[in-house]
């Protein structure tokens, strides 16, 4: 069975790139999960992708029960879009895709730095151990909002000096947007450029080979500038994504826009912002409640 999983993941990918509109960093993880779940069927002997059974799926699972939540759904995502491309295709003589069950989703509320622990990140701050590259990317995550794989993906031509924007290509779904560049981003983008000659075409954050950074890089940098700064253990490229949107409701943004700003394609999705800004909610709730406003 591994062998049939091998021999149509190429055409898979091309499916999920201009079919399903996927972003390369979805491929790719898309793809390496399969691989897993291929390996995995094969050690159970399960002899056809038409034989896969809940307990087969289940198996794999149980074996990564300490994954986050969120990756145990990618990988699941991976494997039912596979086996319905599969049946589309008529490799197989029937879907089992529906037969895979899902893992219950552990809700757990982002981790965000406090405005002042932000601005401590972001300072510009001019030494060895802070190169104007690592200055931008921090400032590009926090003030924008991005991705560590849209960050990865910018490219100069992306950059609109004219008009203080960031164009976001291909974000999560493969959409599209325009972030707002504000002047901090925009100087420590010009110091960086700067830096690289004047470069106007070609990956923004390079590596030392002068190659596109990999989101695994960008993670590894924005630990470390953390640690330089007081803030070990308490920073990823997430967290900066986090607090963007947070500190953007807590200063009164409206959520509608919050969400085009972060690119997601539900509002319920950002509305899991509103849980972070405690301090505001006992605001609102102080505000507005009858026996809270008779009380004070």
């Known amino acids: 069975m591994a062998d049939v999983v091998a021999a149509h993941l190429?055409?898979?990918?091309?499916?999920?790139?201009?079919?399903?509109?996927?972003?390369?960093?979805?491929?790719?993880?898309?793809?390496?999960?399969?691989?897993q779940w291929a390996a995995h069927f094969k050690q159970l002997g399960v002899p056809s992708l038409s034989a896969l059974t809940a307990e087969h799926v289940r198996a794999f699972l149980g074996a990564r029960d300490d994954a986050e939540a969120t990756t145990l759904q990618r990988k699941l995502a991976a494997l039912r879009t596979f086996l319905e491309?599969?049946?589309?295709?008529?490799?197989?003589?029937?879907?089992?895709?529906?037969?895979?069950?899902?893992?219950?989703?552990?809700?757990?509320?982002?981790?965000?730095?406090?405005?002042?622990?932000?601005?401590?990140?972001?300072?510009?701050?001019?030494?060895d151990a802070t190169p104007a590259?690592?200055?931008?990317?921090?400032?590009?995550?926090?003030?924008?909002?991005?991705?560590?794989?849209?960050?990865?993906?910018?490219?100069?031509?992306?950059?609109?000096?004219?008009?203080?924007?960031?164009?976001?290509?291909?974000g999560k779904g493969g959409k599209d947007r325009i972030v707002p560049l504000i002047a901090s981003v925009a100087e420590a983008l010009k110091k960086l450029q700067a830096e690289g000659g004047g470069a106007a075409a070609g990956p923004v954050f390079r590596n030392f080979r002068g190659t596109r950074l990999t989101t695994?890089?960008?993670?590894?940098?924005?630990?470390?500038q953390a640690s330089l700064r007081g803030l070990e253990g308490q920073a990823t490229p997430h967290t900066l994504r986090h607090s963007f949107a947070t500190h953007l409701l807590g200063n009164g943004a409206?959520?509608?826009?919050?969400?085009?700003?972060?690119?997601?394609?539900?509002?319920?999705?950002?509305?899991?912002?509103?849980h972070l800004?405690?301090?505001?909610?006992?605001?609102?709730?102080?505000?507005?409640?009858?026996?809270?406003?008779?009380?004070?």
């Open 85 to 127: 491309f599969v049946a589309l295709e008529g490799l197989v003589d029937r879907d089992v895709s529906k037969a895979i069950p899902s893992p219950k989703r552990r809700r757990k509320l982002p981790r965000v730095l406090t405005e002042e622990q932000a601005a401590v990140l972001t300072a510009e701050v001019v030494d």
């Open 133 to 170: 590259r690592d200055q931008a990317l921090l400032e590009v995550l926090y003030c924008c909002g991005l991705r560590a794989a849209e960050t990865a993906g910018l490219d100069w031509s992306d950059v609109d000096w004219a008009q203080s924007q960031l164009k976001v290509r291909q």
């Open 10 to 35: 190429a055409k898979f990918a091309d499916h999920l790139r201009v079919g399903k509109g996927a972003s390369p960093h979805t491929v790719r993880n898309y793809l390496s999960d399969l691989r």
């Open 277 to 296: 800004d405690q301090k505001a909610l006992c605001d609102e709730y102080d505000r507005s409640h009858p026996l809270a406003k008779t009380k004070k």
């Open 254 to 274: 409206n959520l509608r826009a919050i969400q085009e700003l972060l690119g997601h394609s539900s509002l319920s999705t950002t509305q899991r912002y509103t």
């Open 216 to 224: 695994r890089s960008i993670q590894k940098i924005v630990v470390a």
